[in-house]
């Protein structure tokens, strides 16, 4: 690798810095060591201490050149970084002000039609009141109406903006009105592309049917196959499934009746019709009776939604809410990136989780399983909680965690991509992608977890080296705004030689790291935008700083040396706008 000269300035800097803040760093460490101890130390205030200011210019670089010619409101900026009132009446407020904003410029989710204008039956309606909703999103009021005349649909709406009712009301309308029984068997189908989403869907239909006889059922992968098999034979009316554990019952449970079945929903569609799952789907829908309703459903569409669009659905009601929008993500989102040298990146998010531990609630994605385990293991053994969601944990611990992080009003989950698509978790303050996302459909679904429903707020923050700033035109291109925030390197925690020394003191953490390095290195070198994330560019010793490791540990790598090509999806109609471009085959599982 080319890097001698870089690695060698890399290397001075340090030193230079090093003396710099020779005495900060000493006071960090110590403070950094002394809460792996002292579990008991009191958080400190917003702004009391060097290690609690502000990593990153919060404000985008715009904006502030705005204020300065005294352009902006900057208030209200100021108050959004500096928040000392209650979480909640903040987050009032600013719905309030969202939701104004957003009639100004006609851009809201909502409509002013009502769920009473529907005429669904009185236990379907009673639901949705318990809700608390009596207005329709725009997507609601668009496929609700030709779904319940029995018509197939292909939706698309940006995240958060109430997909799942839009298909769910008029499943549990149909059911309802053909009077399913258990002894029918299935009725509806609907998957889901992750098991947690499915769990999550499940949960929203056993609360919509809650005042009808119809039952409710899921079958999810890593769950007890027989346990479910029983529950199946025993009837399920409206079933919510993952391919894999959808086939499996099909193929194999002989009381699973589904020769009945009048709706087939697939949500996420475009994530089920990527690699893992397009032949399990070809096999279910070959299983599945020919006479039913079928509808696709996502928030990003790709030219293979398309194909499947055209063969398998009748006279299908094309539904496209946010077609002709200047941008493909929501209002109330506010998007920014930060440049930061790959060899920081670790102080960087460090420093980052530390300055909202406690007071915010943040999602940060990671490229693979085994980063994703190692950085909770190290964090947890710093004291700095959080939870981790991703492929590889036990699906019942996996579970417990989606619900304790949708409970939360504050905390941090580390996670894979196995989170970004259609979870729910209520008031998430800031989307973290700590690993760059594989390409802009895939960053839409993950800043997609903030700012959902009506008038909702959140931020995301992109955190790309200097060598992926090309990233940022690809998202400009897809219609996603963002702005640069400037951090700055004086702030991070000077814990650098700390950390390095607990990893190679640490036997457990040290393997974890290894493994996590091992596997981000192949994660990237199987992202299909070679043209900007180039495994070749990436320079081993400051990958390895990333991971706590002086030198590259020595560890084989298996990337691909034969030259890259760039797998680009042709533009259609549904993908033109909405990131462009979908992420090729993975050589590697990354989640
Ligand atoms: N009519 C409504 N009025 C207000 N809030 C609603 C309405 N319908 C749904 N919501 C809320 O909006 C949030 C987002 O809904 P949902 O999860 O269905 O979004 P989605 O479009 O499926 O998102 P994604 O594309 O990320 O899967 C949920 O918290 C849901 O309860």
């Known amino acids: 690798m080319a890097n001698l000269d ?5 290397s001075e800097n340090e030193e230079i810095k090093k003396k710099k803040h020779k005495k900060r760093a000493r006071d960090g460490a110590k403070k950094l060591k002394q809460r792996a101890i002292d579990e008991e130390e009191p958080e400190h205030e917003d702004g009391d201490d060097e290690e609690n200011k502000p990593l990153i210019d919060e404000e985008p670089k715009k904006k502030k050149k705005l204020k300065q010619r005294g352009d902006a409101d900057d208030d209200a900026d100021d108050e959004a970084i500096t928040e000392e009132e209650p979480k909640k009446k903040k987050r009032k407020d600013e719905e309030v002000k969202s939701e104004e904003e957003d009639k100004v410029e006609g851009t809201s989710i909502m409509t002013n039609e009502t769920f009473e204008s529907l005429s669904l039956s009185d236990n379907t309606y009673k639901s949705v009141k318990e809700m608390g909703f009596a207005r329709m999103t725009q997507i609601q009021a668009k496929a609700i109406p030709p779904l319940m005349m029995g018509k197939d649909v292909l939706g698309a709406a940006r995240t958060g903006s109430g997909k799942t009712l839009a298909f769910l009301i008029p499943a549990a309308e149909l059911l309802y009105h053909v009077r399913f ?21 499940y949960g929203v239909a056993k609360e919509l049917l809650k005042y009808h006889s119809q039952t409710v059922g ?18 399920v009316n409206l079933l919510v499934a993952t391919p894999g554990r959808l086939l499996d019952h099909l193929e194999n449970t002989n009381g699973f009746v589904f020769k009945n079945l009048k709706l087939f929903v697939m949500d996420e569609a475009d994530r089920i019709l990527e690699q893992n799952f397009e032949e399990d789907l070809k096999k279910i829908i070959k299983l599945l009776p020919k006479t039913r309703q079928t509808s696709l459903f996502s928030a990003t569409q790709s030219a293979k939604v398309e194909d499947l669009a055209r063969v398998s659905l009748a006279s299908p009601v094309y539904i496209d809410v946010d077609e002709g929008r200047q941008k493909v993500t929501n209002e109330g989102l506010e998007q920014g990136y930060c440049v930061v ?30 980063s994703t385990k190692f950085h909770a293991e190290l964090f947890r053994y710093i004291k700095l909680d959080c939870l981790e969601i991703r492929g590889g944990i036990d699906q019942s611990k996996r579970t417990s965690t989606l619900f304790q992080f949708k409970k939360a009003e504050t905390g ?3 996670c894979t991509n196995v989170a970004a698509r259609g979870l729910d978790f209520p008031h998430v303050d800031w989307i973290v992608q700590y690993d760059p996302p594989d390409n802009p459909t895939e960053y839409i679904h993950r800043v997609g977890r903030t700012a959902r429903g009506e008038g909702a707020k959140g931020k995301a923050l992109l955190v790309l080296t200097p060598d992926e700033l090309q990233f940022i035109q690809y998202l400009k291109a897809a219609k996603i705004p963002v702005e640069e925030h400037e951090f700055e390197e004086g702030k991070l925690l000077d814990v650098k030689s700390f950390l390095e020394d607990l990893i190679s003191k640490n036997y457990a953490l040290k393997e974890s790291a290894k493994e996590a390095y091992k596997t981000y290195i192949s994660g990237y070198d199987s992202h299909s935008m070679k043209d900007v994330f180039n495994v070749h560019r990436l320079d081993l010793k400051e990958v390895a700083a990333s991971f706590g490791f002086s030198d590259p540990p020595k560890v084989a790598l298996k990337t691909d040396r034969g030259g890259y090509k760039s797998k680009r999806e042709p533009v259609n109609k549904f993908n033109r706008g909405r990131g462009g471009r979908r992420g090729g085959k993975s050589k590697f599982e990354r989640y």
């Open 412 to 414: 941090i989950l580390l």
């Open 341 to 370: 040298p790959s060899g920081m990146r670790l102080l960087f998010l460090l420093t980052f989780l530390k300055r909202f531990h406690g007071k915010k609630k943040i999602m940060v994605f990671f490229s693979t399983c085994k």
């Open 181 to 201: 029984t258990p002894r029918n068997g299935t009725g509806v189908i609907v998957i889901c592309p992750t098991r947690e989403l499915a769990i999550q869907s």
């Open 218 to 235: 899921k079958v999810i992968g890593g769950e007890n196959r027989k346990k479910e098999a029983e529950i199946l034979a025993k009837g």
């Open 6 to 10: 870089l690695e060698q300035h890399s």
